[in-house]
């Protein structure tokens, strides 16, 4: 019995392998336009390689016609390779045209189906544009840019790696939290009947662990670089400027940032989008930049970063940028009532078009609210920067996965709620009165009026009215303060979809199965604020881009102080708000009011308008450190007597020195906190409450 | 017909015994806020999270407002829940004495001598705000 190449087992494996080479030889051709001078040789000898191998590969199996392709593809680039011409635009076209008919005739030709790739069509182009001539110098072709990192663009190496589908991940991820369920039954289980504590039993013990490893594992195995859609977008913007006679220098850092892999497809088709509004709206003609005093290249720029639970995409071109007074116009903004940042966020609003005219590209004023609508079908937010004649830079921000979310846990009319942290502005005591504004409460934070409602009631307008504290949350456009029963801590929170018999609800991400057996509720931020919104009217105005929100709050996030009766007032200064509300509660269960603030600027402006007795204050903070609030406040003319504990994870005794060194009087590490020591420092200072 | 029978406040109800997976006694269900009125909440059976249809209130009656037992049912994409105030029971049912008026049913059975109706579950999932083809909750401006 003898084997054929041209058995379909072994078709099937060169339409596997093939797949890799061909993503490797669109990076390379996008790459040789944006490398100027860097490492083209590089790229070209790549290139021919994975020509040749396919060639190769497609004899061996019997697939003429891929084999043909080939063969046209290594002669036109074997006199690049040889230094006899440059990678003209012209070339790269031709090249990249016969790589997306590679992608398309391999898998056909590998199934025996149809195609409607016109193979000797194709050959011919590409043979024509073979260069007769001498070598075009690489100035004329692309100006040079800085190269990327080594490898940093490039489809990561196949080898060592198999084609998983993506359902079979799921499935896998469900049943680890499945598994961990069980674990925690069991151990009940043990409690219960053996009156057993789990944590002593050593079996116990190893199956916790190597439960949390396999859940980390599977939750990993779901995840995917940005990388892998970079070429899309790249070649989205490197295909339009050739079209409309523009020239891009495209760059790209972060990518190896990873994002569940559900989330990253869902971000593709708004990406593009973007990346071709960048060209067709926001870069100008060569001739315009030079007169403008700008290079005759423009630029886009994507930058991936991971932020905590999110990962930040910003897409920037150095264009003509936005005008905002346009945007005003269009929108029927009357002047003096929005900020230029809000009238610019509005450029979102479905059928909003300030093109002067509508192109097969955009204009219709359509798109930018389809981008912002499939963002934040993956729970992500967008926003956008502009500077006339300057820039654009849109800026979005999404979850990592969405299948585990950190969470703020909540509990409203006895039921318990998770909200995902990073929609979590500031949390506000239960003190917090309301005001009304327009017969409707609000809340102040900061110095912005924020809307308020009951979570109860947001949810079901017949529901009894919560009196705990109160939750400020930033959906996509609003923030909305949202009063609870009780905050209940935060944590990582495994995210299921409602079932599908449900009619679609808004307010809801989904829900958590508990391995108690009960169940939590996820509350979609964007939805939920919307709902509130509705039930309270529309008659709000924006209140600033949502993007603003991922930053912290730059000013305190108690603006309102409770009155002064006599009980010393404790300002905690702490950017996690999970320790900014525990020792809050310690506090005022001791019987001192509390302030707080998220950074040592936010905490200076609070203790200059407020009577303050004590700062307690974390160390490592944005904006301004706890050690250079202490310094600030030592040398304040008003603040200098006020009482400083210092609370800190920095543990060492040089530690301890540059604290007192910059004058504080107490220093408490966090790996000795405890309600107690806590109390018993704020005692030694301001004495007990009366 | 081979039926699982559902006591329910005022009266009973038989489910086809094909579409019915399991039943679970006491089940802590909880509420979800903006659900169509028939859903009394949802399950956590075993990791997996279903919606409780609450059986009087899907049938146009008042809200049972618990589940002393809930019978697990495939309603074709998700399982779901059904409500019973007794223990629901296998019960064979005879051939059916008439047609039945209430929307989600399928006709009223003869059992020990009173009439029994069955559900029609996709029917009764439809009339209830339910299935894939349910008109979306909340807002409606996203």
């Known amino acids: ?690 | 017909v081979r039926a699982i029978l559902l006591p329910l406040p005022d009266g009973e109800v038989a489910l086809p015994v094909e579409v019915v997976r399991e039943v679970a006694a006491a089940p802590p269900v909880t509420a979800l806020p903006g659900a169509p009125r028939a859903v009394l909440g949802v399950l956590n059976l075993r990791g997996e999270v279903l919606p409780v249809l609450d059986t009087t209130a899907a049938l146009g009656g008042e809200s049972g407002g618990s589940a002393a037992y809930a019978v697990v049912a495939s309603g074709g994409t998700d399982l779901i829940a059904l409500t019973a105030s007794g223990m629901p029971a296998i019960v064979d049912l005879g051939e059916p004495k008439q047609p039945s008026e209430t929307p989600g049913t399928a006709g009223s059975h003869l059992f020990q001598g009173r009439l029994v109706t069955v559900i029609d579950l996709p029917e009764l999932l439809t009339h209830a705000g339910l299935g894939s083809d349910a008109p979306p909750v909340g807002t409606g401006t996203r």
């Open chain 1, 1 to 690: 019995m003898t084997v054929s190449g041209s058995e379909p087992r072994f078709r099937e494996l060169f339409a596997e392998q093939a797949g890799p080479e061909l993503d490797r030889m669109a990076s390379d051709l996008l790459a040789l336009e944006n490398a100027g001078g860097n490492g083209i040789a590089e790229r070209i000898d790549s290139l021919f390689r994975d020509a040749h191998n396919l060639k190769g590969g497609a004899a061996m199996v019997g697939l003429a016609e891929v084999r043909a392709l080939a063969h046209a593809m290594e002669d036109l680039l074997e006199p690049l390779r040889a230094g006899a011409a440059a990678p003209t635009p012209e070339i790269v076209d031709q090249l990249l045209a016969a790589v997306d008919a590679m992608r398309e005739l391999v898998p056909a030709t590998a199934r025996g189906e149809p195609y409607e790739v016109d193979v000797a069509s194709m050959e011919v182009a590409l043979r024509a544009a073979i260069p007769s001539g001498p070598p075009v110098p690489p100035e004329q072709t692309v100006p040079p840019v800085a190269p990327e990192p080594a490898g940093a663009d490039r489809t990561p190496d196949p080898t060592g790696s198999v084609q998983v589908p993506l359902q079979h991940l799921n499935e896998l991820v469900r049943l680890v939290g499945e598994g961990a369920g069980a674990q925690v039954r069991l151990g009940q289980r043990l409690a219960e009947q053996l009156h057993l504590d789990p944590s002593g039993v050593a079996e116990f013990r190893e199956l916790s662990k190597v439960l949390g490893d396999l859940q980390r594992r599977a939750t990993r195995s779901r995840m995917v670089p940005v990388a892998a859609v970079v070429e899309v977008l790249q070649r989205a913007a490197r295909d339009l400027a050739r079209r409309q006679g523009k020239q891009v220098r495209w760059t790209a850092t972060g990518t190896g940032t990873e994002l569940d892999r559900s989330v990253l497809e869902k971000l593709v088709d708004p990406l593009r989008h973007l990346v071709r509004n960048a060209v067709d709206h926001g870069l100008e003609p060569p001739a315009e930049r030079v007169a403008a005093g700008k290079p005759a290249q423009g630029e886009i720029r994507m930058q991936v970063r991971q932020a905590g639970p999110d990962v930040i995409i910003t897409i920037r071109d150095d264009g003509r940028g936005v005008d905002v007074q346009r945007v005003r116009a269009a929108a029927g903004v009357e002047p003096g009532t929005s900020t230029d940042e809000e009238v610019l966020q509005l450029i979102f609003r479905t059928g909003l078009s300030t093109a002067k005219e509508v192109t097969d590209i955009s204009g219709r004023g359509v798109g930018l609210d389809v981008v912002r609508t499939n963002i934040r079908a993956v729970r992500g937010r967008i926003g956008v920067s502009s500077r006339l004649g300057a820039f654009t830079e849109f800026t979005i921000s999404v979850p990592i996965t969405l299948t585990v979310q950190r969470c703020l846990l909540v509990s409203s009319t006895g039921q318990r709620y998770a909200i995902p942290l990073h929609t979590v502005v500031t949390v506000l005591p239960s003190t917090q009165s309301e005001m009304m504004s327009e017969g409707r409460p609000t809340v102040w934070v900061g110095d912005r009026a924020v809307p308020a409602s009951g979570l109860a009631e947001a949810l079901d307008p017949a529901a009894p009215v919560d009196s705990g504290p109160v939750v400020v949350l930033a959906g996509v456009a609003w923030q909305h303060a949202f009063r609870v029963e009780e905050l209940l801590g935060q944590r990582d929170v495994v995210v299921r979809g409602l079932s599908q018999l449900l009619p679609r609800m808004d307010c809801y991400i989904g829900v958590s199965a508990e391995a108690d057996g009960s169940v939590v509720l996820v509350l979609d931020t964007s939805g939920l604020i919307e709902q509130a919104r509705d039930r309270r009217g529309r008659a709000w105005s924006p209140l600033g881009p949502a993007v603003t929100a991922v930053a912290p709050p730059a000013s305190p996030d108690r603006a309102a102080p409770h009155g002064h009766d006599g009980a010393a007032t404790v300002l905690v200064v702490e950017d996690a708000l999970t320790v900014r509300e525990l020792q809050r509660a310690i506090l005022e269960r001791a019987g001192y009011r509390v302030l707080t603030a998220t950074d040592g600027l936010a905490a200076l402006a609070v203790a200059e308008s407020h009577p303050v007795d004590l700062v307690l204050t974390d160390v490592s903070m944005p904006r301004m450190d706890g050690l250079e609030l202490t310094r600030t406040l030592r040398s304040h003319p008003d603040l200098s007597g006020v009482g400083i504990i210092v609370v800190t994870s920095l543990a060492s005794d040089e530690d301890r020195r540059r604290g007192r060194d910059a004058g504080a009087d107490g220093y408490i590490t966090k790996d000795q906190f405890d309600e107690q020591v806590l109390v018993d420092a704020v005692h030694r200072i301001l004495g007990e409450p009366r």
